[in-house]
């Protein structure tokens, strides 16, 4: 995935996705050992369909760091995220591939520093958005 370079991008202009393989039941144990989320519902098949859910459930934090390894890729080594929000939707289950895209919401310049303003979207297939969001990269 090619970096983004402040010369070479415009408002408005939608940046190359980036997909990541389906989310997997030993991905969501992994990720609750490395988080310390040790919610059933995100690991026990079980326990989610006895809450109401028809079987496990993706960690949101874990959709979270799909969009900033997002960001972080269009970054590269010429940009820093100085700023990175978002806000959950669609719930992740194993099997769902996320893709994350960008639109280039605002270019500016601000004390002799360019920065870029990228609007965020998470689908898990086109029109199922699992989280949006929006990330301030400062170019170098």
């Known amino acids: 995935m090619p970096q983004i370079e402040f010369e070479s991008i415009h408002e408005g ?7 990541k393989p ?14 310390g989320d ?10 989610a369909q006895k809450v109401g859910m028809p079987g496990v459930i993706a960690h949101g934090m874990l959709v979270m760091g799909f969009l900033g390894e997002y960001v ?11 700023n990175f929000k978002m806000r ?3 719930v ?3 099997g769902d591939a996320i893709t994350s895209q960008a639109i280039v919401k605002k270019l500016y310049e601000e004390n ?10 998470a689908e898990k ?3 199922q958005v699992v989280g949006n969001g929006e990330a301030t990269v400062r170019f170098v």
């Open 13 to 19: 202009q939608q940046l190359e996705p980036y997909a």
């Open 112 to 121: 002799g520093e360019r920065f870029a303003i990228l609007d965020l979207t």
């Open 38 to 47: 040790y919610n059933p519902l995100h690991t026990d098949d079980e326990f």
């Open 125 to 127: 297939a086109p029109g």
């Open 88 to 90: 959950f939707g669609a």
């Open 72 to 82: 972080m890729k269009l970054a590269g080594t010429g940009a820093i995220p100085v």
């Open 92 to 94: 992740t289950r194993p």
């Open 22 to 35: 389906a989310v997997t039941k030993v991905q969501l144990v992994k990720y609750a050992g490395a988080s």
